[in-house]
Each structure stands twice: as structure tokens, then as C-alpha cells.
């Protein structure tokens, strides 16, 4: 085993166990365990920059030079990477445990399917010629820090549906959040669709050609439009931008990974 | 009489004024822009569910007859380029186009002169403070250091920072329009175009638009000098380059190598690399004659007519061969040479003798042509868009205010939004001001 395979094994540890300490919190309820949390959540985010590092540096040893942006099983390792990024900038704002917890386990998510389903390979593989381009890299990290942006928003809209009165924050603060992310995912988002348009209009000669990633993209990029809209009108506030905010990051999810396997494109890896 | 009537005028009058302005406001309004990009997410939805642009018989075995006959009816067999989506389209640009216009003149309206509010206005906003034993040139000083001041008078100040967030939505919705402009341009003025060229081939000509290729001339010639793959030592295509030389009026223009991704732009037509394959050349002798063949093309002399119709690289061990049909006499007839088996090397054909000597493999190389004249205006629309989105989402805009009482000098602070973020900030700033005062 290689050892950046090994240091991304065990942040996926790290991120169980945050999952475990942020239940103990709730079982508990003493407020040192935040700390404890935070302090855990650091050396994670460090570890997991560093696996990726490594990763980079061994696709170079390997004569194939390029940064770990490239396969499915990079991209998930990066979007679980982009989670912690948000949760860390955000910190001031998500200080509910509840959230953080959510977030801990999408990324325990990420990372344990990347690491475990035997269908995701784990090889650096070489960069086909397509994707050897300086945009890969921008294209890339916008689109999962709005991904990752947006897995905040919808965790917020499920939180204010469920209600659950010991665990979620007020409805207002959860609304301010759920705002505050997508004032982050969206201009991530649109910086993510439209360096990818100038990218294909390199690559392929059309900066636009509705494929279905491109199109599932816009899809979502309509959605979270709607949602900055929406708020404009007083009475639309409340469940709806909860259902709202659910309905965006379904349409992520479609986009990222349901394109994939279900919708053959471009965009798709296998080839 | 004619009284009434006027009346009745007047009233059906002011009725499709009304009429006319309500519509006006339902167009110009946010629920409208709801409805339309509503409408056009879940057709384009539609658009990666239902296959586009496939042959009628895909359809025919995906669905029953029935369905594709609606499919059809809608052209929801290509949504994207259906008439119905280009209506939500323009209906959505003119949506928004009016809407941007009429925020635009709000703002011009409401600029008002920036005037310094009274001393009582100050104190009752969110953040003030008074500062005492300080020279106002120097509290001026301090402030003019971190904000723009926007008005001065004997009485005091107003000093403003962020500005540029009031336009950001401005900024964005005229980016969506600039990008909506640029791309119809290139649909009006701009074609796409496919060119196939062989190592020594020089082509001034493209082939547009798919299936009824059209010949668009290009008005200069393109020669194809060399092209080359490279692989990875796992066998994975890393690189793949043609070489072509722009020729004009005989003249060798220019040398430049096309890779994917770096495509070569030349009077407004940009070359890309798109394909390549692998062609084979036959050559022979037939009669005295040296000829070179390609797969399919037809050899026609006196009265022999001949092709190849198939290549096989290896035909058990006895090496390349190729299927060869002729006529004779009307009558269809095939044989195979195989270049290695001396008996089958040599052939007579209709009386003629034929001789099968060599195969090349040479390279082909496909180039994507797209000419968009749209395509920087498509790029100002997007440089827009996201510069309005930082205007709008990470800029604020805030002011604050100086002013000579008789307590001394007040200072008080005003914004619209992230008033958290300002307070800290407008704490920072009295800190700052009240720093050597002790
Ligand atoms: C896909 C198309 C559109 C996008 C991406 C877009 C984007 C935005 C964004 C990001 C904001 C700022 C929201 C905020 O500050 O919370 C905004 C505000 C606004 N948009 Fe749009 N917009 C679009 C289409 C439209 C259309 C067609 C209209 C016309 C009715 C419209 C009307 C407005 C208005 C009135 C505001 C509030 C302006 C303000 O308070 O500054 N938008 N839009």
C-alpha cells in the first residue's frame, strides 16, 4: 500500500471519529467537547491536505504529473476535502454541533465509499488528453466548493423540516446559514460552470453543447437562482426554501454523480 | 348621447390600459422570471431523460409509436434547438432585460444628493460615538484613510465605502444579458465545421453542418505537415499533434502545431483537434503500372474496374492481405492478394496481371472548425457575471458620518446588510480614533 492511500485511510478513521465524538456531545452535552471536536476537525483537514499532497507528488514520481482532480475516486476524496475547507471558513457561523455532525458523516460518506467500494479506482491514473488543461484545476475545486457550500444548505433545509427541538437551532439562525452558504456556493457554482464553458470551448470547440453534466450543472445553477429570488418575496420564506434548498442539492447530487452511472456524456470518467 | 359614448370609450380605454399595465408588470415581475426559469430547468431536465437527436428507428425500439409521435410533435427529440424553448428563451431575455432596465432607472432616480443628517438622525443610528480632544482634521484624516468621502462641509463629513454592492445585481443580470447577446450572435453569424486531413493533404475547403454537409470555403489553404501520437508507457493516448502550415495566396503563412487543447486560431476560425484514425494505402502494379489505393476507392482503366473492399492485417500466419472486387464482364467477382504468398501475391484480373506490393499505414487527423464571432462577447457576459456576484455577495455598503456638536465631534455609521461585520468594524475605527487620546 502506498503511503498516501494509507494517510487518507486513516483520515477516513478521523472522520468516524468525529462522527463518534460529536454523538458523545449530544449524549453529554458538555461544552469542552466542542472544543475537543474543533481541535480533532484541524488535524483532519491537515491530514487530508497532506494525503492529497502526496497523492500529487507520487502522480509526478510516476511520470504522469497532475494534480489529484482527475478520477472519480479523486474527485470524492476532494469533495469530502472541500466540506472540511467550508466548515473550517465558516466556522464562525456554523457553530452548531448539529451541523458540524452532519457534515462529518457526508464526508465519512465520501470518503469510506471511495475507499471501500471495489468499483472506484484507486490508481493515479495518466491525464488523458482532454483533461490536461490549467482550467481542470479551477474548474474543479469551484464546483466542489460549491458542492461542498451547498451540502450545508441542505443540510439547514433538512434540519428545519425535521424540527427536532433539542438538537436544531432556531429557525432564523438556521435560515441566516442556510443564506450564508449559498452566498458561498453560488458564485462558486457559477464560477465552476463557466470556466468549465471557456475550458470545452478550448477543448471541443463549443463553450456550451447541453451535454447532460453541462445541462444537470445549469439545472442547478437555475435551482439555487431561484432560491436568491424567492427570498425577495416575503411570504415565500420558511418551509418552501427548506423544500428548495433539498431540491438543489438533489439536483448536486444528480449532477455529480448521477450523470455518471445513469447519463453517459463527456464528462463521464470511464472513458 | 355622444356623451355616453365617450364615456363608454373612456372606460374600455382605461380598461386595456389597465389590462396593458398589468401585464407589463406581470412581465417585468419576479414571479414571472420564477415561472420561466421554473419552465426552462425542468425542460432541460426533459432533455437529458429523453435521448436527443438520435435516429427515428432508437426511438421507435425505446418507446411505442404512440409516444414518439408526441415526442416528435414537440420536438422533444431535440429540445434544446426546439422552437418552443427558444420562446422560453426570449421570453425569459426580454424578462429580464426590462426588469434590469427598470432597477436602472430607480437607481438613477434615487441618487440623491448625499446631504449630512442632523445631529439627532446620527445619534439614533445603530453605531456612534462622540470623540472628544481631537483635532477634526485629524479624525478626518483617520476616516479618509479606510473610506471615500463622498461629502464635506464646515459641519462635518459623510464618508462612504463599498458602493459598488448596490450595483452587483445590476452587474449580474447585465452579464446574463451580455452572454444571451453573445451566444445568438454566434448562432446567426458562426458555423461549425469538420475537416479531415491526411499527412501532405491541402484542403481550403471545410464540410458544415452534419449530415447535409455543406462546403464552406475558407479562404485559405491548410496543410496538414505531419501528425503525431504519443502514449503513456501504460499504453493510455497522451498527445495527440498535427502539424499544419496556413498557406495564403502560395505563401507560407505560418507553422503551428494543433493539440486538444490548444487549438489554432486563425482569421477567425479556430482549429481543433478532435479525431484521428489509422488509413491503410495499397499499392500495386497493374499491368505496368504503379498504383496506390485506398480502401473503397475505385481504380477505373480501359476496361478494368476495380477496388478494395477489405484489409486484413494478418490472415493467419500468412501476413496483410486484401479483398479485391472488380467486374467482369457486368459481373460482380472478388479476390484476394496476400502480400507475402507469392502465388497470391500475383494475380491476373480480367487478362490483366496484378500485383499486390506494399501496404502504408498512415494517420489521419480530424479537425473540429468553428468559426463564433461571439464568443469574447459570451466571455465579457461571464466576466461580468461573476464580477457582479462578488459586487453583490462580498461587498457591502456602508457609511459614516461625521459631525461637529457641542459635545464634541460625533461619529455614527449606517448599512443595509451584515450589521454584525460593520459594528466590528466601526468598533475597530473608534479604537483606532480614541487610541492616543488617554
Ligand atoms: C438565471 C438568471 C438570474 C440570475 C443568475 C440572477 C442572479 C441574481 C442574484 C445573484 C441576485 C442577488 C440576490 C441577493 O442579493 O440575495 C439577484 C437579485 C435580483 N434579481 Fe436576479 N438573476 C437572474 C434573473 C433575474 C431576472 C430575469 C429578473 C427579473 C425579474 C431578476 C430580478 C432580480 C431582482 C429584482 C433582484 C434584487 C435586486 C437587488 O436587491 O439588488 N433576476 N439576481
Redesign the interface.
Known amino acids: 500500500m502506498i503511503i498516501h492511500d494509507k494517510i487518507l485511510g486513516i483520515v477516513t478513521l478521523f472522520y468516524l471519529l468525529l462522527f463518534v465524538v460529536h454523538v458523545f456531545y449530544f449524549a453529554t452535552r458538555k461544552e469542552r467537547v466542542l472544543s475537543f471536536i474543533w481541535a480533532i476537525l484541524y488535524i483532519t483537514f491537515g491530514l487530508h491536505t497532506v494525503g492529497l499532497l502526496m497523492r500529487w507528488f507520487e502522480s509526478y514520481k510516476l ?2 504529473g497532475h494534480a489529484p482532480l482527475s478520477n472519480f475516486y479523486e474527485s470524492l476524496i476532494v469533495y469530502a476535502w472541500s466540506i472540511s475547507l467550508i466548515i473550517i471558513v465558516l466556522k464562525k457561523r456554523l457553530l452548531y454541533p448539529v451541523i458540524t455532525a452532519g457534515l462529518c458523516l457526508i464526508s465519512l460518506g465520501l470518503m469510506a465509499y471511495a475507499s471501500l467500494s471495489p468499483s472506484v479506482v484507486h490508481t493515479i ?2 491525464l ?3 483533461l ?2 490549467n482550467w481542470l484545476h479551477i474548474h474543479v475545486i469551484t464546483c466542489f466548493l460549491a458542492y461542498a457550500a451547498f451540502a450545508v444548505s441542505f443540510l439547514c433545509g433538512i434540519l428545519s423540516l425535521l424540527g427536532w427541538k433539542n438538537f436544531v437551532p432556531p429557525q432564523e439562525n438556521l435560515e441566516q446559514i442556510n443564506y450564508t452558504s449559498i ?1 458561498i456556493g ?2 462558486m457554482l ?2 465552476g460552470i ?1 470556466t468549465g ?2 475550458w470545452a ?8 453543447s ?1 451535454d ?1 453534466k453541462e ?2 450543472s ?2 442547478t445553477w ?2 439555487y ?2 432560491i436568491l ?2 427570498r ?2 416575503k411570504d415565500w420564506q420558511g418551509k418552501r426554501m427548506a423544500f428548495l434548498s433539498i431540491a438543489g442539492f438533489i439536483s448536486v447530487i444528480f449532477t455529480y454523480f448521477g ?1 455518471n452511472f445513469i ?1 453517459m456524456g463527456l464528462h463521464s470518467y470511464a472513458t | 348621447m355622444s356623451v355616453t359614448k365617450n364615456n363608454e370609450d373612456n372606460i374600455i380605454f382605461s380598461k386595456i390600459q389597465q389590462i396593458k399595465e398589468s401585464a407589463y408588470r406581470f412581465i417585468t415581475s419576479i414571479q414571472f422570471t420564477i415561472v420561466l426559469l421554473s419552465l426552462i430547468a425542468v425542460s432541460s431536465i426533459a432533455g437529458t431523460l429523453i435521448k436527443q437527436k438520435a435516429p427515428v428507428e432508437e426511438y421507435l425500439s425505446l418507446y411505442p409509436e404512440g409516444i414518439y409521435r408526441i415526442i416528435q410533435l414537440f420536438g422533444l427529440d431535440d429540445i434544446y434547438h426546439a422552437p418552443w424553448f427558444y420562446a422560453l428563451l426570449v421570453l425569459f431575455a426580454i424578462n429580464l432585460i426590462l426588469c434590469t432596465l427598470r432597477r436602472l432607472s430607480r437607481l438613477i432616480k434615487t441618487k440623491k444628493r448625499i446631504i449630512l443628517p442632523e445631529e439627532d438622525d446620527l445619534k439614533n443610528m445603530p453605531v456612534s460615538f462622540t470623540v472628544n480632544g481631537k483635532e477634526n482634521q485629524y479624525v478626518v484624516r483617520m476616516l479618509k484613510r479606510r473610506y471615500r468621502a463622498t461629502c464635506e462641509e464646515t459641519q462635518g463629513a459623510v464618508f462612504e465605502k463599498g458602493r459598488l454592492s448596490q450595483y452587483g445585481s445590476l452587474i449580474i443580470h447585465a452579464g446574463i444579458i451580455i452572454t444571451l447577446i453573445g451566444s445568438l450572435t454566434g448562432l446567426l453569424f458562426g458555423y461549425k465545421g469538420f475537416m479531415v486531413l491526411r499527412k501532405g493533404d491541402v484542403k481550403d475547403y471545410l464540410t458544415t453542418g452534419g449530415r447535409h454537409g455543406k462546403i464552406q470555403p475558407l479562404g485559405f489553404s491548410i496543410r496538414c505537415k505531419d501528425f503525431a501520437v504519443t502514449f503513456y508507457p501504460g499504453g493510455e493516448p497522451k498527445d495527440y499533434v498535427t502539424t499544419v502550415e496556413i498557406i495564403e495566396n502560395n505563401k507560407r503563412i505560418m507553422e503551428k502545431p494543433i493539440r486538444v487543447n490548444h487549438p489554432l486560431s486563425y482569421r477567425g476560425l479556430r482549429f481543433y483537434q478532435a479525431t484521428y484514425g489509422n488509413e491503410a494505402n495499397f499499392l500495386f502494379t497493374i499491368g505496368q503500372e504503379r498504383v496506390t489505393l485506398r480502401e473503397r476507392e475505385v481504380y477505373r482503366k480501359g476496361g478494368l474496374s476495380l477496388m478494395v473492399i477489405r484489409f486484413e492485417r494478418q490472415i493467419h500466419d500468412f501476413g496483410p492481405g486484401v479483398l479485391v472486387a472488380y467486374l467482369d464482364r457486368e459481373e460482380p467477382k472478388t479476390i484476394w492478394f496476400l502480400r507475402d504468398v507469392q502465388r497470391l501475391k500475383e494475380q491476373k484480373v480480367a487478362g490483366i496481371p496484378i500485383s499486390f506490393n506494399e501496404v502504408h499505414e498512415d494517420f489521419f487527423t480530424g479537425l473540429e472548425v468553428s468559426r463564433d464571432p461571439g464568443v469574447w462577447i459570451v466571455w465579457t457576459g461571464f466576466a461580468s457575471i461573476l464580477f457582479g456576484l462578488f459586487a453583490n455577495f462580498f461587498i457591502y455598503d456602508r457609511k459614516i458620518y461625521l459631525r461637529n456638536t457641542a459635545d464634541g465631534i460625533l461619529i455614527a455609521g449606517t448599512c443595509k446588510k451584515n450589521h454584525e461585520r460593520f459594528s466590528e468594524e466601526f468598533a475597530r475605527i473608534e479604537k483606532e480614533i480614541n487610541r492616543d487620546n488617554t
Open positions: 511520470n504522469m491514473q495518466p488523458i488528453p482532454a490536461q488543461s452566498i453560488f458564485p457559477s464560477a463557466l464553458a471557456v470551448h478550448y477543448a471541443w470547440g463549443s463553450y456550451w447541453w447532460p445541462t444537470w445549469l439545472i437555475i435551482i437562482a431561484l429570488h424567492v425577495l418575496m450523470v447519463l
